[in-house]
């Protein structure tokens, strides 16, 4: 059988558009399960013009843990309408296994999370924001409990 990355991409768009999330995401895992792709900025696009921006979040996730390179403007799209939308702790995940994985956001849209965070009266997580936006510096690898300084600050809302 032979792939065509825009009609998975298609039928994947075509499962969201009829309400069928659960089948889409099941597709997507496995078309990467059997060695497929699609189009996941194009698909992470649609979704947040659907306003389904918890399923952009997934997608996004997904698709940078199996490797595959998402557009940094993609990125924060997800990130300031998760913001906007007050999904702030959606957000500062999604900031947060971006950071591990060595894709660093834009100072605006780490302005907006961190603006976001305090909003909701969580300072630690601001802090940790604030901290970045400073040193600019990617986190190396895992955090370590040990390493204060880098430690994530995590709240349960």
Do not use: W
């Amino acid at each position: 059988i032979r792939h065509n990355l825009n009609i998975a991409t298609d039928t994947v768009i075509v499962l969201f558009k009829a309400g069928m999330r659960d089948k889409a995401f099941e597709v997507v895992r496995c078309l990467y399960e059997y060695g497929y792709i699609i189009n996941m900025e194009e698909l992470i696009i649609f979704l947040c013009k659907q306003r389904k921006l918890l399923e952009a979040r997934e997608m996004l996730l997904f698709g940078t843990k199996k490797g595959q390179r998402v557009d940094l403007g993609v990125c924060n799209t997800v990130l300031n309408g998760l913001c906007k939308i007050k999904r702030v702790n959606e957000a500062f995940e999604l900031y947060y296994e971006l950071l591990e994985q060595g894709i660093q956001q834009p100072l605006s849209c780490l302005q907006e999370l961190r603006v976001a965070l305090e909003a909701e009266g969580r300072s630690k997580e601001a802090e940790f924001v604030s901290k970045r936006m400073l040193n600019r510096h990617p986190l190396n690898g895992p955090m370590s409990k040990s390493k204060a300084s880098g430690k994530i600050p995590h709240t349960s809302r």
